[in-house]
């Protein structure tokens, strides 16, 4: 149902970390066949929304990503429902400083800062089916930066590389507190995000 919060790994958020230079071949990223996929919650409802990604780069052997960055447009919000409520007040209000205040920063980065095999704690299962490595980068978000790490399943056949996550943020962390306070009631908008990740990317050349 539409009304339930989609559940994602949760991600682990601490400060940025310093990213190392990617060693391997060069893959770019096929931005027309890759997004970022956000959905926001409040009382019985869910709103995602997608953005494109500008440019993105990854780094890779034969067996691993060592790194890897990606530019997301912040104006691409595309919001998933249709209506005039959505086009008229939901979509501009998250565009607004409330939220991502695209206006004064219209792109978002994220930065690998370190992939490892994924080794899930006991009990612990990813929602990525196949997960097979962790994930650190850095999110920037506005003006602010945190290192993430979340599970993702990432396969590469040759020429093609494909890589996907599934994984909830908290939003206060990049200093988006609109609507947060549970005092609020039906208006109240949760401070979990999931952001769902899809990339394709080719090596150089191809």
């Known amino acids: 149902t ?3 919060a989609p559940k994602g ?23 027309a066949n890759s997004w970022v996929r956000f959905t926001g919650h409040g009382v019985g409802k869910n709103h995602p929304g997608t953005f494109k990604l500008t440019y993105g780069q990854v780094m ?6 060592t790194g890897g960055t990606f530019i997301m447009d912040i104006t691409s919000l595309d919001m998933e429902q249709e209506g005039e409520m959505i086009d008229n007040k939901l979509q501009p209000h998250l565009l607004s ?6 206006e004064t920063f219209g792109t978002s980065q994220f930065e690998i800062t370190k992939v490892e095999p ?3 704690k006991e009990g612990e299962k990813s929602l990525i089916e196949g997960a097979n490595f962790s994930v650190s ?11 993430i790490t979340f599970p993702a399943r990432i396969d590469r056949d040759g020429d093609r590389l494909e890589a996907k996550a599934n994984f909830d943020i908290d939003r206060r962390e ?7 306070d549970k005092t609020l009631g039906d208006n109240f908008i949760s401070e979990t995000v999931n952001v769902g990740l899809r ?8």
Not at 137 to 147: A, E, R, S, Y
Not at 174 to 180: C, H, P, T, V
Request: proline share 1%; glycine share 8%; hydrophobic share 35%.
């Open 60 to 65: 890779a052997t034969d067996n691993a990503v």
């Open 137 to 147: 980068g850095n999110l920037q978000i506005k003006n602010v930066t945190k290192n």
């Open 2 to 4: 539409c009304d339930k």
């Open 174 to 180: 990049w200093e988006m507190n609109y609507g947060n």
């Open 97 to 102: 400083g409330d939220f991502f205040d695209a």
């Open 9 to 31: 790994d949760e991600a682990v958020i601490t400060d940025q970390v310093l990213a190392k230079e990617g060693v391997g071949e060069t893959f770019l990223v096929d931005t």
């Open 199 to 206: 990339l394709q990317a080719l090596k150089e050349g191809q």
């Open 118 to 120: 994924f080794k899930p």
